[in-house]
């Protein structure tokens, strides 16, 4: 771990970079409608703005002697309460600084896309102010100095994915998937938030430095409870099982929503927490594994049933989930992976928003259509969008010498170096992943861009007919300069180890082994082959054969189990709602009958007891005289009693 | 009464104690009848009754407290409780008059059956004390006491005036207290009369016009003439008051008085050759009859 | 014949006295029970003064009659009272306060 310095220089202005967009987030709320004429400009301007100051706080950085790198800029306290002292820093070190070119970066770019997708929404200004705001917390998020100010940025980035999924308030279906999105994510969030009490009340603070510095002394239990309450926060926010199901509904938010906050930035946050507490996750084997099995197994959940969806966004929506589930694969193999983690991270931010504004150009130009078997054959009708999509489905697919091919290969490179059975079991996974991955996205390529114009006699959603074009430029440029990012930035990153020698001073020099049972080249081949498998089962199930526009309802049963997302939902249903449900119910029987019961047993009893002795008050005199005497003579006869019988 | 059987026999060969043989003729005599004062008012169904049998009983025990060396006791009982008190029992009893008298119905289940038990338990368990703890008692007499500094009334007067002269003074307060709660109580003031009008508030109401005239209704017409109130009065040019008609009498009709007026107001006709005629009358009002 | 007859006696009035107020129904016949038993008391304070030879039992009577007589005044006030509004002086009738 390398030393803290106090942030000096260009970086103290790093504080610009959480108020520029927290300030246009701010106007264009207050500001309402007065602002609507240049809200979407302010909005876009703010983000620009943002990345320019990232950009000169990086290059500052990269000027720095590598032990200098880590600096922290305390701004004021936050919390000033006895015990518990907050301080509102931020901390600047190449790990938060590469996050804040992503987000800025991305994030412009995609701002600058909506003001063409959203230009037909009356609340255009609205939405700038929402994605201001969650810019503005997801910069909290990565460049907080502690863990309660990351959480503050947690909650908000929750915040305004809530408020952009359920953007489309006419629709039913976008409420429920918000209220799905907020819901699950509170479930990670108390992880989250368990994990964080836990340091509090060992360490007595939350601050990064010295958790991180001081994290050695707790007992190997409590590390793991704080790696896996941790890691359960970061499923939560990253769609990782068994909290992936709300992912893919999120898509109900506009294309822009879904490829900056659920594909490129937010989504990856659980992936930045992994990392972020790198020295936590060092000191426990157990947790580390937790986290390899949580990857695999989403990884391959995202695969299989991206493979089933008709739904291009549900489709690339999967894809993310599966992608996540590579990242978190190589955060959980430790000092081997962390960097590998962030590389895939940028490279998938670069070519997953370009999938995500690729289809969402389609979706423009098809009238929101979503459903690919009505589509086909739209190359010749959108080329730029074609070609820049079909650079982000090679990026993807691992195709050599594109992004993914070196982020990703990467990646199954270091499952497949673990000693014993952890090595084949991840490494397999991690390469049928690749296999699936091509041939999912191959056959969402070739529905949508190739083969018959299915479109030509169908009616869209909305009910008019197609009539598909190419976006204007302020929507195709973002795309053009993303698909760019997804042809060069994996070898930019990875040769050399550009990213991950960046990235020391925050997560630790990479560490390489082979002590798996394959070769890299070996590794290498099996990925590309099993990729080359996919596109040709791709290739021969879609590209060769006609497209029913109706989907076929008999299907054999891994279809409908990978339609029904694997019975994620179901299995959320039968594990977590239903057994909640019943035990409120025992909750309220118990309630009614025993402690009610009790309760108005005790006053029943009362109630009934003097109703019944109250007839003893007859309202006669003389019955009263009648008792008094009889006491009298009670009374005497005790006197008497005692008097005379001792 | 096995106990008071047993104390005759004790009491009996007990020289020491005994008291005098006029007090005991007294007492044996007066005793039955302080006794049957009490049983009579208990049984008396007429209040006065009950009154005057516990005249008795009081009587009794007045000349008891005397023969007991207590005259100024029993001069005191004679004259506030027999003379006093009961007098005051007397004069409620008149105020409240025919209520006097209980019902022969006993309304409360068992109240009679329990009264007496217990009546007669109070009785048997006093009894029981007196003859377990009193049966061979020396009475000390107050023969000292009442025979120097001025005998009995001085002796009490001095010990009130001095021993007991704080509780003295708190009987003067509760007696003050106890007057003004009887007059409190027993005052009925205005507060039963209230709504109702002085003169000067109808005074006030009339001239505001909440009446249907000012001034009183007129009086029937007495006149010099005519002493019944049936008379109508009459206004100053001669014709009938209406508003001296009463509703319940039949008032005399003018024509019968007419002769009357005539001579009291020195405008009489004397009789001519129309004095038969209808026309004589011409200037009366025609009577209103009701 | 020795002065504990007296007391006797005295037992036998103030037990008529409290059946008398217990089975009695009008107020001013109960109220005379009342002063039945406490003539009782007297007599028995005047009667142990004898045996005693001291003056303070009839001090003590003394202070009972004037108690009486401050008792008497206000209770017979209290039954004209009730007997104003209620037209009756039975204790059987003021029977309202009760369950």
């Known amino acids: 771990m390398e030393a803290v310095h106090p942030a000096s220089g260009v970086a103290t202005l790093s504080w610009l970079l959480l108020a520029l967009p927290a300030f246009g987030a701010l106007v264009l709320l207050i500001g309402g409608k007065r602002t609507d004429k240049w809200g979407h400009l302010l909005g876009c301007l703010t983000i620009i703005a943002a990345f320019v100051i990232g950009l000169i706080t990086f290059i500052n950085a990269t000027g720095l002697a590598v032990a200098d790198r880590v600096q922290e800029l305390h701004l004021f306290s936050w919390i000033p309460v006895n015990a518990l002292q907050v301080d509102f820093g931020l901390r600047l070190d190449p790990l938060s600084l590469t996050f804040v070119l992503l987000i800025t970066g991305v994030g412009g770019l995609i701002h600058i896309y909506s003001i063409g997708y959203m230009s037909h929404d009356r609340d255009r200004r609205r939405f700038f102010a929402y994605l201001n705001l969650f810019v503005a917390s997801m910069l909290l998020l990565v460049l907080s100095d502690s863990f309660v100010t990351l959480y503050l940025g947690w909650e908000g980035v929750g915040l305004a994915s809530y408020l952009l999924i359920g953007w489309y308030t006419d629709r039913p279906a ?36 010295v958790v991180f510095a001081n994290i050695h002394t707790l007992s190997p239990g409590t590390i793991t409870a704080i790696a896996l309450l941790l890691l359960l926060g970061a499923c939560g926010k990253s769609g990782q099982f068994p909290l992936q199901s709300w992912l893919p509904d999120a898509m109900e938010g506009p294309t822009p929503v ?52 008709d739904d291009i966004k549900k489709v690339l929506a999967y894809s993310t989930v599966s992608q996540i589930g590579y990242m978190m694969l190589a955060a959980g193999l430790g000092p081997f992976g962390y960097a590998l983690a962030i590389v895939h991270l ?56 594109l992004s993914g091919y070196f982020s990703k290969d990467a990646i199954i490179d ?13 490494g397999l996974a991690a390469a049928i992943g690749a296999g699936l991955t091509a041939f999912y996205m191959t056959r969402l390529v070739l529905m949508t861009f190739f083969g018959k114009e299915r479109w030509r006699d169908q009616k869209s959603v909305n009910g008019n007919d197609f009539h598909p074009h190419e976006a204007s430029p302020v929507m195709w440029v973002p795309m053009v300069i993303l698909a760019v990012g997804s042809i060069g930035a994996g070898a930019y990153l990875s040769i050399g180890h550009r990213l991950s020698d960046w990235l020391t001073p925050s997560l630790g020099a990479l560490q390489e082994r082979s002590a798996g049972p394959l070769s890299s080249i070996e590794i290498t081949i099996l990925t590309l082959v099993l990729a080359a498998i996919g596109v040709l089962v791709a290739f021969v199930v879609v590209g060769r054969r006609d497209v029913p526009v109706v989907r076929p309802e008999r299907v054999s049963w891994p279809v409908r189990a990978a339609r029904a997302n694997l019975y994620g939902d179901a299995l959320n249903e039968t594990l977590i709602a239903r057994p909640g449900l019943w035990l409120d119910r025992a909750l309220v029987f118990g309630d009614k009958f025993g402690i009610d019961g009790a309760v108005n047993g005790i006053g029943i009893l009362f109630r009934g007891s003097s109703g019944r002795l109250r007839k003893l008050q007859t309202g006669f005199v003389r019955s009263y005289a009648l008792s008094m005497l009889g006491g009298a003579i009670v009374l005497i006869g005790a006197l008497l009693l005692v008097r005379f019988s001792g | 009464m096995t106990h008071e059987a047993l104390l005759f026999v004790q009491a009996a060969s007990d020289t020491a104690n005994r008291v005098g043989a006029g007090e005991t003729i007294i007492f044996w005599i007066l005793g039955p009848i302080a006794l049957a004062g009490a049983l009579g008012m208990l049984f008396a169904r007429n209040a006065v009754h009950s009154a005057l049998w516990l005249v008795l009983t009081m009587f009794s025990l007045g000349v008891f407290y005397m023969i007991e060396q207590a005259p100024f006791l029993g001069f005191v009982q004679i004259i506030v409780y027999t003379g006093a008190i009961m007098m005051l029992f007397l004069f409620v009893l008149m105020m409240v008059g025919k209520e006097s008298s209980d019902s022969v119905v006993e309304v409360l289940r068992g109240q009679r059956l329990w009264a007496g038990i217990l009546g007669v338990g109070v009785a048997g368990l006093f009894i029981g004390i007196v003859a377990q703890s009193l049966d061979d008692v020396t009475s000390a007499n107050l023969n000292g006491p009442n025979s120097t500094n001025g005998g009995n009334v001085a002796n009490i007067g001095r010990s009130l005036f001095t021993d007991f002269l704080f509780p003295f003074e708190l009987t003067s307060a509760l007696l003050i207290t ?29 001239f505001r016009g909440e009446y249907s005239r000012p001034s009183p209704l007129p009086g029937p017409g007495v006149f010099a003439t005519a002493n019944s109130v049936a008379t109508p009065a009459l206004l100053p040019d001669g014709s009938v008051a209406p508003e001296s008609l009463s509703d319940l009498i039949d008032s005399v009709p003018v024509t019968d008085f007419a002769h009357d007026l005539e001579v009291s107001s020195g405008t009489e006709h004397h009789a001519g050759a129309h004095a038969l005629t209808e026309s004589g009358s011409d200037s009366d009002e025609e009577v209103t009859r009701s | 014949m020795t ?7 005295s037992a036998l009035l103030f037990s008529i006295g409290a059946i008398g107020v217990l089975v009695r129904r009008n107020a001013i016949v109960v109220f005379m029970c009342i002063e039945l038993m406490l003539n009782a008391v007297n007599l028995t304070l005047v009667t142990f003064a004898r045996i005693n030879g001291s003056l303070s039992g009839q001090i003590m009577a003394f202070f009972v009659m004037v108690v009486a007589a401050a008792e008497v005044v206000v209770g017979l006030a209290i039954i004209m009272s009730i007997f104003r509004t209620r037209r009756s002086t039975s204790v059987d009738d003021a029977n309202l306060l009760k369950y």
């Open chain 3, 3 to 9: 002065p504990t007859y007296y007391l006797l006696l």
């Open chain 1, 174 to 209: 976008a409420a429920t998937a918000a209220k799905k999105a907020f819901l699950m994510n509170r479930v990670g969030d108390v992880g989250l938030a368990i994990a964080i009490f836990i340091l509090f009340a060992n360490l007595h603070t939350t601050q990064y430095s």
């Open chain 2, 178 to 206: 106890a007057a003004i709660g009887a007059i409190v109580l027993a005052y009925t003031g205005k507060a039963d009369k209230s709504g109702r009008k002085t003169q000067r508030d109808l005074v006030a109401m009339r």
């Open chain 1, 258 to 309: 879904s490829a900056l906050i659920h594909a490129a930035t937010m989504v990856t946050a659980g992936v930045y927490l992994v990392c972020r507490s790198n020295p936590i996750y060092d000191l426990t084997t157990a947790g580390r594994l937790t986290v390899v099995f949580v990857g695999a197994i989403t990884l391959l959940i995202g695969c299989v049933v991206g493979c089933a969806y």
């Open chain 1, 414 to 426: 270091a499952a497949f170096n673990q000693p014993g059975w952890e090595g084949w079991v991840f």
């Open chain 1, 346 to 401: 940028l490279t998938h931010g670069f070519f997953k928003a370009g999938l995500f504004l690729g289809a969402g150009s389609v979706m423009h130009g098809m009238d929101d259509e979503v459903n690919m078997r009505k589509f086909g054959g739209l190359f010749k009708r959108m080329p730029i969008t074609a070609v820049t999509f079909g650079l982000g489905y090679l990026a993807i697919i691992g195709f050599p010498g």
